[in-house]
Nanobody, 120 residues
């Protein structure tokens, strides 16, 4: 069972920045972690992929955040991070960390979520 704990959410003004971190209970460099990703869910909307990274480091971004958000991983702190710049009110949502692990079976793990609110 992989434990994921997000941090870094909060209230920010439009145009501001936040950095989310997701601490994993196992090494994120393990070859069994095939996907590391951030999703978000706004009230009344479906959960959507914001940014993802494969185990070999390829990245993918939602069109609405491309050029503003950057996903990364840090082997020293064992975290998956999401740098969010030029935040807009429409970026307000609960952000969730997700990993897909293949270890005999395919398992998806989620963090508890962290609230991001962009408002003046």
């Amino acid at each position: 069972q992989v434990q994921l704990v997000e941090s870094g959410g909060g209230l920010v003004h439009p145009g501001g920045s936040l950095r989310l971190s997701c601490a994993a209970s196992e090494s994120i460099l393990s070859a069994s972690f095939v996907i590391l990703a951030w999703y978000r869910q706004a009230p009344g909307k479906q959960r959507e992929l914001v940014a993802g990274m494969t185990g070999v480091g390829d990245t993918k971004y939602a069109g609405t955040v491309k050029g503003r958000f950057t996903i990364s991983r840090d082997s020293h702190t064992n975290t998956v991070n999401l740098q969010m710049d030029s935040l807009q009110p429409e970026d307000s949502a609960v952000y969730y960390c997700h990993v897909k692990k293949v270890d005999g079976a395919i398992n998806d793990y989620w963090g508890q979520g962290t609230q991001v609110t962009v408002s003046s």
